[in-house]
């Protein structure tokens, strides 16, 4: 198979230009936001832009499948029960509609922090936050979902959940359906102290990712590089291999049988799109064969 790469692309002028923006820099897979995603407020969808979306989309040659929604980042699914809350479960259940209206698969969440409340009563927060946005949903559109949530691990910043393969796999399990998937970050998997620096320590982690919550699960990776030192706890994205993970470590990534299947999408910070044209195609040549 061949790897399918590239970048979180932005939606500028429309939700449609993001495939104009993935096929310029030579992406087979991409992410987006579907809004702004540090405001609360989001505009809707303009039925004119998804339709363009979803034909240019079908011709654009990319696998439905290597494309992902991200959820804005003010919302905090596992938070304490209150406002900000009810805001959040309501932001993630509009994220489902809005996958749902472009026939995107995927929607990437985050999730959250438990504010000072323990790591248990953040889990329950967090069921809870998927079962309502589902529930939500469901009633609003009188269908079953067809977006697969994928669980995003974390840097372990103070109090977030999911920073720990184990724990991430807990999650997993308790939510225990199809509606429910992992993004693997290797940013964040390094920041919360997985050494992916090396071939043998990242053969390591992935033997460790598929004892805790399985290979078969992981349907998405963000494949950044990390700006700060192992175990740094701090969420700060480099391009492949200008941070330190390094090439070598993130080249086992991609020429590994499971997870170099997988598709993958780097989000750096943006900095022209022949820069990423030409990164892109660099990353492409350290694939040794198709697995
Ligand atoms: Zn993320
Ligand atoms: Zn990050």
Redesign the pocket.
Same mark, same amino acid.
């Given at each position: 198979m061949n790897l399918r790469i590239g970048f979180h692309v932005p939606i500028k002028g429309g939700i449609q230009n993001s495939i104009t923006n993935a096929l310029d820099i030579g992406c087979t897979a991409f992410q987006i936001f579907t809004r702004s995603p540090r405001q609360w407020h989001s505009k809707d969808l303009v039925e004119a832009d998804v339709k363009l979306f979803k034909t240019n989309l079908k011709k654009s040659g990319i696998e439905k499948n290597s494309v992902a929604v991200h959820m804005p980042y003010l919302p905090n699914l596992a938070g304490p029960d209150g406002e900000l809350f009810e805001k959040s479960v309501n932001s993630f259940t509009s994220e489902l509609i809005r996958c749902s209206q472009l026939g995107i698969e995927y929607l990437v969440i985050h999730l959250g922090s438990h504010k000072d409340m323990g790591r248990d009563h953040g889990i329950n927060q967090l069921l809870k936050s998927c079962g309502q946005a589902v529930d939500n949903y469901k009633s609003a559109f009188k269908r079953n979902l067809d977006v697969t949530i994928l669980l995003e691990n974390s840097?372990g910043q103070k109090g977030s959940m999911g920073s720990k393969l184990e724990e991430l796999g807990e999650i997993l399990d308790k939510l225990s359906n199809k509606t429910y998937r992992v993004c693997l +970050?290797t940013? /964040?998997a390094f920041a919360s102290g997985y050494d992916l620096s090396t071939e043998e320590a990242c053969r390591r982690f992935i033997n460790d990712f598929d004892n805790t919550v399985g290979l078969d699960s992981l349907k998405f990776i963000h494949l950044?590089d990390s700006k700060h030192e192992i175990g740094s706890h701090r +969420?700060r /994205?480099e391009l492949f291999g200008h941070g330190k993970i390094g090439a070598k470590g993130l080249s086992t990534i991609i020429n590994d049988k499971k997870m170099g299947n997988v598709p993958m999408v780097m989000?750096p910070n943006f900095v022209s799109v022949e820069e990423d044209a030409k990164n892109l195609a660099l990353i492409r040549k350290l694939r040794r064969q198709p697995n």
């Open positions: 840097a +970050d940013c /964040h950044n +969420d /994205h989000e």
